[in-house]
């Protein structure tokens, strides 16, 4: 279902400004268009009560498959953080889906990265299968009606977000 993806920023320049335009656009990957009906998923939270995607049906929702020992993981989290405060009034959230610890180390990851964002836990790669990838992170984004509609395998810096999920979110 998914292909290859393509990743920027290999060469850095030495001027503030390339530099400044470099980690606007680069380390970061663009997102592949699907459209594919969003899984069948559910998960215990952080808190440990059972949420399902269906549950946030009308909303735009960012699945995101994380685990708290992969780098580019956590390198992405205070980007997804800072865009979910900006647009969650406009039914946008984020679902972080944890993949193999343990609820009590989760919990207290979630709580020292300052995350508010839902967080969910997936002992068995529940997720991963779901929606048929394996590399961490990656991340899907899905429709109000319910509908997969971009997918990424790394990194995700705010411009990606910008140019790509605020205009989902700005559909009705």
């Known amino acids: 279902m998914l292909t290859a993806f393509l990743l920027f920023g290999f060469g850095r320049k030495d001027d503030a400004a390339s530099q400044a335009a470099a980690d606007e656009s680069s380390y970061s990957v663009t997102p592949n268009e699907v459209n594919f009906p969003a899984p069948e998923l559910s998960l215990e939270n952080v808190e440990g009560e059972t949420e399902s995607l269906k549950d946030y049906r009308g909303k735009v929702v960012l699945v995101n498959n994380w685990a708290t020992w992969c780098p580019p993981c956590k390198a992405e989290i205070p980007t997804l953080e ?30 020292a990265a300052g995350i508010t964002y839902p967080v969910w836990i997936d002992l068995k790669n529940a997720s991963l299968r779901a929606f048929g990838t394996g590399g961490l992170p990656n991340s899907f984004v899905i429709d109000r009606q319910g509908t997969a509609r971009l997918a990424w395998v790394g990194e995700i810096n705010r411009a990606m977000l910008e140019k790509y999920v605020t205009p989902i979110i700005a559909e009705e």
Do not use: M, R
Not at 83 to 98: L, Q, S
């Open 82 to 111: 800072a865009y979910y405060k900006a647009h969650k009034e406009e039914g946008f959230v984020i679902i972080g889906i944890e993949a193999g610890d343990p609820q009590p180390a989760v919990l207290n990851f979630v709580k």
